[in-house]
């Protein structure tokens, strides 16, 4: 890692961006210090990613974790925090959500027939609940409160966006055995939505106006089909600014241009002046704006895979490089984009 740092400090140019943090919102010490190992080897800007709070470790822990990384900050650190509610969807048949428990890697990648009877086993659902009431990770909030997002069989719909623990008192039956039965009776096929961070307003507010973190947080594509955050911009210029009024719209649009554009070194892009790059989202501040989750499922990957989609609404046009690339929301087929090589 050291080698790999000291390459752009003799190139004089690049940016090191990691997901370092074993937990959202935390940083222990060995993190820290590779952190700060990457920015006295590289003498480049670092960011990484995990600057959300999460409800399960109280009401101060977010404030301490920017404390703690003040340092980091001032010698060019960056955080990456989000705009929304951090919440993934998962289904049993693809138990990405389990594979830090024992009882998660025994299924994982498992037949179809071999998964079922594992989940349709008390014993298996007892040493589940045993590794999560022992600190498995799962989702931050309460796993018995994530809610059924979708579901394949008709019979299933009367549950959507219902509780775990909603369905359970109904059906008078123990949480755990509710979460897997709901499962098998869909055949797998069944998506719960559970959250993940931010699951407070005000904490989210506070971090979208924090200067010292950089608004915008994914892992890249890695998991398409179970979280969402393209539209954590549309997402603050309608919720954020038109509609609580955290800040201004001027302020709200240098956060998601001109900053991240400056600290990826991008210097002819991120804001509207002459020699710049004409890159320009025409909307109206009236309409603006995009839901606070995934509204759709598209299959539209290789091999008909899936993923999480949202439409933003009230983009007039997108430019790029002075070409219309998008017209109220059409592709027009212009392709003035290229490769940025900072």
Known sequence: MRRYAGVLRKVGRGVIQTNCADRLGNLSDDEYALLDMFMDESGRPVSWSGAVSSSSDG?????????????????????????????????????????????????????????????SDPAYRRAVLAEWDAGGKFFSAAWHECQVLRVKSPAMEKYLRRTVAEIAAERGDAPIDTFFDLAVEDGLE??????????????????VQDDRILIGMSDGGAHVDMLLESGYT????????????????????????????????LTDRGRLAPGM????????????????????????????????????????????????????????GIRAGRVLRQ
């Not at 559970?194 to 506070?206: F, L, Q, S, T, Y």
């Open 59 to 119: 009401p101060g822990a977010f404030d301490a974790y920017l404390k703690k990384i003040e340092p980091l900050v001032a010698k060019g650190g960056k955080p990456q925090g989000t705009s929304r509610p951090l919440t993934i969807e998962v289904g049993l048949r693809n138990p990405f959500f389990m594979t830090d428990m024992d009882t998660g890697q025994k299924i994982l990648g498992q037949s179809f027939d071999e998964q079922m009877k594992h989940y």
């Open 190 to 207: 069944l998506k719960y939505l559970g959250g993940i961070a931010n699951a407070e307003a005000d904490r989210v507010e506070a971090q």
């Open 234 to 265: 549309t997402y603050i210029l309608g919720h954020w600014v038109r509609d609580r009024q955290a800040m201004s719209l001027e302020r709200a649009i240098h956060r998601i241009t001109a900053e991240p554009a400056a600290l990826f070194g």
């Open 277 to 332: 790059a004409a890159d320009i989202t025409i909307f109206d501040r009236d309409t603006v704006g995009s839901a606070m989750k995934a509204t759709e499922v598209r299959h539209d990957l290789p091999a008909g895979g899936e993923r999480l989609y949202t439409p933003p609404h009230g983009i007039d046009y997108v430019i790029v490089n002075g070409a219309v690339l998008y017209d109220h929301g059409t592709c027009t």
